[in-house]
């Protein structure tokens, strides 16, 4: 296979792992959302919006990886490779937005009380979540090192902090149905705490690549010794 062919490959296979994870999201926002609604649960409503932002991040993916495979041009003599970077900050952005969004609502409920008893579709749904977004990180995760996407790997840790996000959701309602209602709001709240975390690990680490940051020391210095152990070479002016 030429070099061109396993770059077109490459980005192929990326697309196909976003398309999937995309229709996964759209079918547990529409499942989220009615188990929330029905259910009357405001974590599982907030945890229907953090997979809505999964599902346009998974969008957002699928646009880069078709714009990264173009060839060099006039215009970008490097070619476009920094979309998958722009793309893995746009995720970042989305992860802090969702994240703070849903830990105003959250605060907003418990402070004027606006918490019941949550029904049992609510905690299937956190469950059924839970199973999904595991599977769906595994999977992209996979095909992000496979191909060594940061577009596709900050969707995978996406998909992961939405399952983290359907753990504290389903602990929320557990509880509010057993007699802690005020949990519910609480539990999201914390969801809300740990989705914008990652989202700043995913924007500063993209950021960083996008400003082509230099890695760190002990890598360097494992790099000029490996470089100096071959024979012949007797200095390093450049690394």
């Known amino acids: 296979m030429s070099e061109e062919s396993k770059r077109v490959d490459r980005f192929g296979i990326g697309e196909r792992a976003s398309w999937g994870a995309a229709l996964g999201n759209l079918g547990l926002v529409i499942f989220k959302l009615v188990a929330g609604l029905l259910g009357h649960s405001a974590a599982m409503v907030a945890d229907a919006m953090h997979s809505t932002s999964d599902m346009l991040a998974s969008l957002g993916v699928i646009a880069s990886l078709r714009i990264s495979k173009r060839p060099a041009d006039e215009s970008h003599p490097y070619g476009h490779g920094k979309a998958e970077s722009v793309a893995a900050k746009l995720v970042g952005v989305t992860l802090l937005v969702a994240g703070f969004s849903i830990g105003f609502s959250a605060i907003k409920s418990i402070l004027a009380g606006t918490y019941v008893k949550p029904g049992m579709i609510a905690l299937v749904a956190a469950i059924v ?55 519910d709001p609480i539990a999201g709240l914390v969801v809300a705490l740990l989705i914008a975390s990652i989202g700043w690990k995913t924007l500063r680490s993209s950021a960083q690549e996008l400003m082509d940051a230099q890695v760190d020391e002990q890598i360097l210095c494992a790099l000029r010794q490996a470089t100096l152990d071959v024979e012949g070479v007797h200095d390093i002016h450049t690394l």
Request: charged content about 15%; hydrophobic content about 45%.
């Open 129 to 183: 979540s839970v199973v999904t977004k595991e599977v769906m990180y595994q999977v992209v995760a996979a095909t992000a090192r496979r191909i060594h996407s940061s577009a596709l790997l900050a969707e995978a840790w996406h998909h992961r902090s939405d399952a983290y996000s359907s753990i504290g959701t389903g602990i929320g309602i557990f509880a509010a149905r057993h007699g802690w209602p005020i949990l």
